[in-house]
């Protein structure tokens, strides 16, 4: 399986999308990577692995691309002349056949615009959304969507992205019977927006879909759902909180047992304990947001990932071609 990589984008650049990529690859053996971008950073990034990842490195393939596509881009600009960066050159690759899926950690709105310009969508599909898998309680994850992609939408595009997450949760996680729900500001009838209690009417009718009805922002948490639909506007506000509170929590904790030379001492007894805690709470587990609707697999990795992060994001991938995501949203 041949996995194209945007190894330019994010805020570490190749630092991380080598590293990231050079681990996927040593963790399964079925797999290859190209690399797209600039060729003697790349070379340089791949020479300073490790001696663990060396071998690695002969699974690594760099395709030489100069332009590369600033965050700072709008997606029209990107649409009209970014068509030969490290980008659009790795998304042309997995058009092509050439590779089972794309990974890119770069800017998320031209991602999201040149996939849906090279690819196209999944038939019955208007407008793509961005997803990923939210830590819950008893070890689980829930699925938020859209995150980003769809900042004002209609009823009809609710009912979208519900489709699209009750096909991500049963497919690539095996679940029978998905639970799906809408986000709303409390669980009663009368409460939200027009456009959610019109969503919320139209999910009560379908017959395929197991709709719960609303849930509140504790819920995503608690695993009351399994797949989560909003806007793209609050689905990314709810998705950086989350983030910003699990580094908060997992501080505080650390700085709390540090303070003083009994709570080390108890600190040091708990260590086991916290860094189970921080692993779990750690979203570089969570990375790799799919676009979903995409006629392809493309993954968007956080831009602040580490090499570890990335890894995540591009096992993300792997997984979505083993599972034919986008055959399945076009039958859901």
């Not at 290859?32 to 490195?57: H, K, M, T, W, Y």
């Not at 799919?290 to 968007?300: A, C, F, T």
Request: aromatic share 4%.
């Amino acid at each position: 399986m041949r996995i194209a990589i945007d190894a330019m984008g994010g805020d570490l650049g190749p630092r991380a999308t080598v590293g990231g990529a050079a681990r996927a690859l040593s963790a399964d053996s079925r797999l290859d990577i190209v690399l797209f971008g600039q060729q003697s950073r790349l070379n340089s990034e791949i020479a300073r692995l490790p001696r663990s990842l060396a071998a690695a490195a002969s699974r690594l393939q760099v395709e030489n691309v100069d332009a590369v596509l600033a965050d700072s881009q709008q997606p029209a600009w990107a649409l009209r002349h970014g068509g030969d960066t490290s980008m659009a050159r790795m998304l042309a690759c997995v058009a092509s056949g050439k590779a089972a899926a794309g990974v890119s950690a770069g800017n998320t709105g031209a991602l999201m615009a040149l996939a849906r310009h090279t690819l196209g969508t999944v038939a019955g599909i208007t407008r793509p959304a961005i997803s990923t898998a939210i830590p819950t309680c008893n070890e689980g994850r829930c699925y938020l969507l859209d995150l980003g992609a769809n900042v004002d939408v209609g009823p009809g595009r609710l009912v979208e992205f519900a489709r699209m997450g009750d096909a991500m949760a049963r497919h690539v996680d095996g679940l029978q019977r998905p639970r799906v729900a809408l986000l709303n500001v409390g669980v009663e009838g009368t409460k939200g927006s027009p456009t959610v209690k019109e969503a919320d009417r139209r999910l009560r009718e379908l017959v395929d879909i197991h709709y719960i009805g609303y849930v509140e922002g504790d819920g995503i948490f608690s695993g009351a759902a399994d797949v989560v639909v909003c806007d793209g506007f609050t689905g990314n506000a709810v998705l950086k909180a989350s983030e910003g509170l699990a580094k908060m929590l997992v501080a505080r904790v650390q700085a709390t047992f540090e303070a003083h030379w009994s709570s080390r001492l108890v600190g040091l007894l708990a260590r086991p304990a916290l860094m189970r805690l921080r692993d779990e709470l750690d979203p570089v587990r969570y990375n790799g947001a799919s676009l979903l609707g995409i006629r392809g697999i493309v993954v968007k990795s956080h831009g602040s990932a580490d090499a570890a992060g990335f890894h995540y994001a591009v096992a993300r991938a792997a997984q979505e071609v083993r599972r034919d995501l986008p055959r399945r949203l076009a039958v859901s």
